[in-house]
């Protein structure tokens, strides 16, 4: 694997170095006695240089278009979308676009930032389970959605599955935000719980969750999070064996890797790589009383009645007798949170060819001296860098459940696949065509967790395609309004009636409509012609209306959803649908 270097400026967990490690206890005891609680407002955190934020001044000057495409990448880099009524007022039709409000990246920015009451977030998590008022006895007849029911714990998928619900329905918010942020973590090499493995289980994955959750909820720092999940039987239901336990501590953590095809001159210029190997191995003996017992034995956490006693040399500059030590040293460790932001960068700007804008992003956010992960996060969202330049495919999460919105899908409407168990067979039925495994998008599922790239090969975008046109696109009963229980919906209102706005527009006017909440841009004269000439002349979808000499084509009540089928048929296969794109400037 190729090397990587990172600076090393202190350790910690040395027993030689008692001092150093008195001094880090009490540092970080200061740090828990200040921790004043689950907070809200605004964060002070911000980045420069090539993490600078997009600001409100900035995205203001932007085409009311161009608004739109920025807010709904910011919006479903969350997996939310924001409808076209949203955001604009549509009162002055399609051709006058003006947005409704001139504070929102402010005004996002400071939602994501604020915690709903406990009250209130109660009220969207008794609705999504069907739970009374004690937040128990769940009930599927109220519940919004239905989840894995299984009662073998180690096998019931539902800790995959009820964070999406939640990130699904939760308002914008913190709340909002620390579950996405979890689920991300969750998704990556350094906190995935690698259910794919057989000594781990969904059980780890629910731990793990639960983990990334109240501790991002909390404001934990990066170093107080790696420090307690190190030890944790999750983590060493990952590694195994001490030793792996080791090599994937520097790996995930730091971002050392064994690099042995090194030069003489390079092993004196990179000193803490040509140790590796022994820093691992050092580690390892560190950590040889603890071992994971058999399967027989339930995969757990066992320990010898013979702890190393030796003093060991890792990383060039600490000494190590215990795993716990070990723990420290990684925790510790310069290389930590330049890792952290690493990691997290990869997959807002992947691909080789952004390489030297991977590493100005990352140094701009490193050198504000982020604490958090919610700090880096931030930063990158945020940042007019991504908003504004970045280009990448969208991940299914980030395309499928942002259209659920801009669509008005309403899960009352109970049309399958996308009813009530909606995501139970997204993240867990494989017989599903919304099923995130058929994308090669596991959720919680991967050792190296998903990689920063969005597969795109023939088999995984094939049923990635598929899941969107015929899963929701085609699937118009799922999101038209008036179907079931369902309430007011894209097309019709709840009594099944034409939205009397939606009357109101043109053919022409209607398919900018269609546009606007897919593709957050209107359709281009050429698009517009050959849809007009199609829907027109081909399917004779319209009467032809008189008005004062003039005439003009006027669409059938009744071919509403087969002209919307047809426009969103087309708009399937446009590869910008699957990308969030740059704005030109």
């Known amino acids: 694997m190729k090397a990587t270097m990172k600076t090393f400026n202190y350790s910690i967990g040395s027993t030689i170095k008692l001092t150093t490690r008195l001094l880090f206890l009490m540092v ?19 980045a420069g240089g090539a993490a600078a934020p997009l600001s409100q001044a900035e995205f203001n000057r932007l085409p009311a278009e161009q608004q739109y495409q920025v807010a709904s990448k910011l919006y479903g880099t969350l997996f939310r979308g924001i409808t076209a009524d949203e955001f604009f007022d549509l009162s002055a039709g399609i051709d006058n676009l003006q947005p409704r409000n001139s504070n929102f990246i402010n005004d996002t920015r400071k939602q994501l930032s604020t915690d709903l009451h406990f009250d209130v977030i109660s009220q969207y998590d008794k609705a999504i389970d069907g739970l009374d008022d004690e937040l128990s006895n769940p009930d599927e007849a109220l519940a919004r959605y239905t989840f894995d029911d299984r009662t073998d714990l180690e096998s019931n998928q539902r800790p995959r599955q009820i964070p999406l619900a939640r990130i699904k329905d939760y308002p914008i918010s913190r709340d909002l935000y620390v579950n996405w942020m979890a689920y991300f973590l ?14 781990s289980d969904m059980l780890d994955v629910q731990r793990m969750y639960r983990f990334l959750d109240s501790n991002i909820k909390e404001k934990a720092t990066i170093q107080e999070m790696v420090r307690s999940i190190l030890p944790s039987l999750t983590r060493w239901r990952v590694a195994r064996t001490s030793q792996n336990f080791a090599l994937e501590a520097f790996e995930n953590y730091l971002g050392l890797f064994q690099d042995g095809s090194l030069s003489e001159a390079e092993k004196l210029r990179t000193p803490i790589i040509a140790s590796l190997p022994e820093s691992i191995e050092n580690a390892g003996l560190a950590c040889g009383d603890l071992f994971l017992t058999r399967a027989s034995d339930d995969y757990l956490i066992g320990q010898t009645d013979f702890p190393n006693t030796t003093p060991r040399l890792i990383l060039e500059e600490s000494f190590v007798v215990t795993c716990t030590d070990v723990y420290d040293v990684v925790a510790g460790h310069s290389s930590l949170i330049p890792r952290a932001a690493e990691v997290i960068i990869n997959y807002f700007f992947p691909g080789q060819g952004l390489t030297e804008k991977r590493l100005a992003v990352r140094q701009a956010i490193l050198n504000s001296n982020p604490q958090t992960y919610e700090d880096i996060f931030t930063a990158i969202i945020f940042s007019r860098e991504y908003l504004l330049s970045a280009h990448r495919p969208k991940s299914f999460e980030e395309n499928f459940l942002p259209l659920l919105d801009t669509l008005k899908w309403d899960v009352k409407a109970n049309v399958s696949p996308v009813r009530k168990d909606i995501f139970e067979r997204m993240a867990s039925n494989e017989s599903q065509t919304i099923y995130l495994g058929g994308m090669s998008w596991n959720a919680m599922s991967l050792k190296i ?3 920063p790239s969005v597969p795109l090969d023939a088999l995984s975008f094939g049923n990635y395609h598929k899941a969107i046109r015929e899963s929701l696109f085609l699937n118009t009963a799922s999101y038209r309004g008036g179907v079931s229980e369902a309430g007011d919906g894209l097309i019709f209102d709840v009594n099944d009636d034409l939205h009397v706005f939606i009357e109101s527009l043109s053919l022409a006017d209607y398919i900018d409509y269609l546009f606007l909440n897919t593709l957050h841009r209107k359709a281009t004269v050429t698009e517009q012609t050959g849809l007009y000439d199609f829907l027109v002349n081909t399917r004779n979808y319209t009467d032809t209306v008189t008005v004062s000499g003039v005439d003009s084509e006027v669409i059938r009540t009744s071919q509403y959803i087969n002209l919307t089928e047809e426009v969103f048929d087309y708009i399937s296969r446009l590869p910008e649908l699957y990308y969030f794109t740059s704005i030109d400037q």
């Open 186 to 199: 969750a998704n990556t090499i350094m906190y995935s719980p690698a259910e794919e493995m057989e000594s």
């Open 449 to 451: 967790g998903r990689l």
């Open 28 to 46: 970080a005891l200061s740090l828990m006695a200040c921790d004043p609680g689950t907070p809200s407002g605004e964060t002070d955190f911000a």
